[in-house]
T-cell receptor, first 116, second 109 residues
């Protein structure tokens, strides 16, 4: 099983360029998430999607857009990259539900993005 | 106030000792609570989950949940050098999964 697959693993962008980070999961999960991780800041939620066709803002959505293309795929787009968006980005997925078992999130390998 | 707070700085513990990590959360409606471990340069991986008040033990790890105090903790008994990592507390409510900033644990041989 591949689990959660993110592409690319590394990317360098110039300020103002755009790019899309791709994420796909093969676990039939309804919920998918995008996080960024900066030193000393933990994982900060950018956007999440509770089910196909729905997306919601997280803690730090400014400068990003997302698309839940289908149940498997959840992409993150930077329309005009800024140096402040230099970070490690993680995609994750989970079963829907709270207070029940087997709803933990599984993570992709991460994308290390540098904006110069 | 952040959704999930982990305020302790890096924690150094001797090998074989107990490491104690704490986490508080702001959304009283949260129902699922998780502890993840993250090694440097790697993705987070699940250690424990807990949904009910009280203690839950899994091997050398014990998670404690107190919903009235909005408090989650993790104890690592008989700490090993391989436990050296960053530990992330996560809280789930309404399908939104929020993380704390993490605590670095260093186990000294």
């Amino acid at each position: 099983n591949a689990g959660v697959t993110q592409t690319p693993k590394f990317q360098v962008l110039k300020t103002g360029q755009s790019m899309t980070l791709q994420c796909a999961q093969d676990m039939n999960h309804n919920s998918m998430y995008w996080y960024r991780q900066d030193p000393g800041m933990g994982l900060r939620l950018i956007y999440y999607s509770a089910s196909e066709g729905t997306t919601d803002k997280g803690e730090v959505p400014n400068g990003y857009n997302v698309s839940r293309l289908n149940k498997r795929e959840f992409s993150l787009r930077l329309e005009s990259a800024a140096p402040s968006q230099t970070s490690v980005y993680f995609c994750a997925s989970s079963r829907t539900g709270v207070g029940v078992g087997n709803t933990e999130a599984f993570f992709g390998q991460g994308t290390r993005l540098t904006v110069v | 106030q952040k959704e999930v707070e982990q305020n302790s700085g890096p924690l150094s513990v001797p090998e074989g000792a107990i490491a104690s990590l704490n986490c508080t959360y702001s959304d009283r409606g949260s129902q699922s609570f998780f502890w993840y471990r993250q090694y440097s340069g790697k993705s987070p991986e699940l250690i424990m989950f807990i949904y009910s008040n009280g203690d839950k033990e899994d091997g050398r790890f014990t998670a404690q949940l107190n919903k009235a105090s909005q408090y989650v903790s993790l104890l690592i008994r008989d700490s090993q050098p391989s436990d050296s990592a960053t530990y992330l507390c996560a809280v789930k409510g309404n399908n939104r999964l929020a993380f704390g900033k993490g605590n670095q644990v260093v186990v000294i041989p």
